[in-house]
Every structure is written in C-alpha cells, then in structure tokens.
C-alpha cells in the first residue's frame, strides 16, 4: 500500500471506532465483538497479510498502523496479536493461516511441551502438553499459536481453541488473560531455531510497543486539550509554568517512545535482526508508562480517575501494556547481551544500529 492507502485505512478504522465507543470490560463482556465484526467486514482484521493465504494485502506498516489507531480508541479486539505476531509466525512457519475473521492470538508463557509425531522436521504434526499461561484474549481466540519446547528445539504449534475452556484472569484493564491446558493436542506445528523463537517473542514485545506509543500519544494530546479548556484562578490550566512543565515532560517522553518504535518498525521491514530493537522499544514504552500516565492524571485531577471519565481507559491499558511481552527489567537484560555480544569495540555501532 502506498502512504494514501494507509491513510485510508487509518481513516476506515477511524470511522469504525466512533460508530464503537471503548466500555469497561467484564466477565461478561470481555471484548468488543461487534467492533471486531465491523473490522472484518473493513478487511482490516488481514491487513498486512498477504491476499495469496487470504490476507487484505499490504505492509507491516500498514498493519501498524491499524494497531495503533486502535490502541488510540482503547479497542477491546485482538488485532495486535493477529497482525504483527501470530499470523506473521504462522506465515513464517509455512503453516495455514486461519481465516481473518476467526481471532488469532499467541502465547509464549508457561510450560508447554511439544512432542512430534513424525520426524519433528519442519511442518508436521505435534502433540501438545502442559498450561499456557497469560494467554492474550484467553476464552476469545479461535486460534491460538504457541511457543512451545520439544527435544528437538522450540515449536511453533496453532491450535484452535474454540470451545476449550480457560481460567477467567483479565488485566488491570479488563482484558482477558487466562490459562489454557493442554492435555495431550494433536496439532499442526513446525520446528524453529532458537533465534527464530527469539524473534518472536521480540515481534510481541514491539505490538505492545506499537499499543503503548499510540495510547501515550492520545493521552498526552487529551491532557494538553483539557489543560487548553479547564479554567482554574481565572486562567486555563494550561497557562500556568508548572503545568506547562508537566507537559512538555509528557511531550519529551512520548517522541522518545515514537522513534525508538518506529526505528524497531523499520528495522524489520529491512529483514534485520528486531531483537534489539524491539527490546529497546519495549524498555523505552515502558518507562514512559509511569511518567505519562502519572502527570496526565496529575493535571486531569480528580476527574481523570473516575468511570466516566475516557482517561482511565487508556491508562489502565498502558499499565497492563508495560508489563506484557516481557518487563523493561527483561528486556533490558535482552538488550545489554545484544550490544555487547560482540565485544567493546563493537558496542558503538551496535548502538548506532539500534536506534
């Protein structure tokens, strides 16, 4: 797609999201099924998915920037771990897609055990044991991918899931996050090397990366809003040099965040290793979650914290988000063994590559 073709797109699922406004998620309702309805109709649920394995074709830019328009509008659907990493993973794996409109997820947690039922060579057939843990959209997905171990190497299986019961857990935003156990699955699955595993697990820290740098953008630009109308001593907030302050800190933190995203999104385009970058991205996000979301409450004050109120909708996502895909403190040790796995001389430009 070109630059207007992604507008486009973005501007469909604009479109799409004021027709669905974000709710607090429940037991039971833990996602926007209608919402989802809506993009699949849109054919925005296969973006950047090649129309050959029934895809809506594209690029992995404009399937980030599907994920991040509706990270913005606080959506409660599993577009990010269907675009950017469980069907890519599976596409990479010369699997078969699931249909788009059927919700596909990942897992990476837990102890999961592949044990092949041919050669374990390449795409077959595997049987699965063991408990999938802080499964995104638990009880939602239709399909599920998961990393799994095996005596010949990690395991790449997909699973549907339909009907297969899970534990009830959710996110500090409401979003499910379940157990799934497996007792014994027959599935299809193919063998991948360490680094391919590796891959994928930085692939899901940069969706949330990607969810993460979106949502802080559209709280900063909410708060700069409300600092511009609320009226406090006979003056906007927004006039006051404290408040001013705040703002231009929130600013600082969310342009880092952008480019150090952005550098990881381009660094898989080009077919590079996104290891580091994703790491980068992912600690960056992360540490930006704490002093965003602490100021935009700040200057929003008691109203912010209430039900509501569109802030909280965002920010509790963003404090899930943070700890998701694996923790700053995680990734950062991801990323001091990537730049100095080739020795002082090298850490420069491994830094210089990064960003």
């Known amino acids: 797609m070109s630059s207007t073709d992604t507008d486009l797109v973005v501007e469909t699922v604009r479109d799409l999201l004021r027709a669905h406004e974000p709710f607090v998620l429940t037991a039971d309702r833990p996602w926007d099924a209608g919402l989802w309805a809506a993009l699949v109709e849109a054919g925005m649920t296969g973006v950047g998915l090649p129309e050959a394995a029934g895809g809506s074709g594209g690029e992995l830019a ?13 959506a409660a ?11 890519p993973a599976v ?20 102890a999961v055990t592949a044990e092949p039922r041919d050669d374990g060579d390449g795409p077959g057939s595997w049987t699965l044991t063991g ?11 239709r399909h599920l991918v998961v990393l799994a171990t095996s005596p010949v190497g990690p395991v790449l299986a997909l699973v549907d899931v339909t009907g297969r019961e899970t534990t009830h857990a959710a996110n500090l935003a409401g979003e499910p996050r379940g ?25 899901y820290a940069l969706a949330r990366a990607v969810q993460l740098s979106a949502a802080l953008e559209q709280v ?19 006039r006051f040099q ?25 660094a898989t385009e080009r077919g590079e290793s996104l290891v580091p970058a994703a790491a980068a991205a992912k600690v960056r996000a992360g540490a930006a979650v704490e002093v965003v979301a602490r100021l935009a409450h700040q200057v929003h004050g008691a ?34 063994e990537q730049l100095l796995a080739d020795g002082p001389d090298a850490l420069w430009p491994a830094l210089t590559r990064v960003v």
């Open 242 to 266: 404290a408040v001013q302050m705040e703002l231009a800190e929130m600013a600082g933190e969310v342009t880092a965040v952008a480019a150090l995203v952005d550098a990881a999104v381009q």
């Open 303 to 336: 109203i912010g914290f209430t039900q509501e109120h569109r802030l909280h909708h965002l920010t509790r996502r963003c404090w899930s988000w943070r700890d998701e895909a694996g923790t700053e403190l995680a990734w950062s040790r991801v990323l001091g």
């Open 220 to 238: 900063l630009a909410w708060t700069v809003q409300y600092a511009g109308e609320r009226v406090q001593f006979g003056r906007p907030l927004g």
């Open 77 to 87: 659907v599993p577009v990010a771990e269907q675009l950017l990493v469980a069907a």
């Open 131 to 141: 408990t999938a843990t802080d499964v995104a959209w638990a009880g939602v997905a």
């Open 91 to 110: 596409l990479a794996a010369d699997l078969d897609l699931p249909a788009p409109d059927e919700p596909l997820s990942i897992a990476v947690d837990g």
């Open 62 to 74: 404009d399937a980030v920037a599907v994920v991040a328009t509706l990270a913005r509008g606080a």
């Open 179 to 203: 157990s799934l156990v497996f007792d014994g699955v027959i599935c299809a699955g193919a063998l991948l090397t360490d680094r391919q595993a590796a891959e994928l697990r930085a692939r």
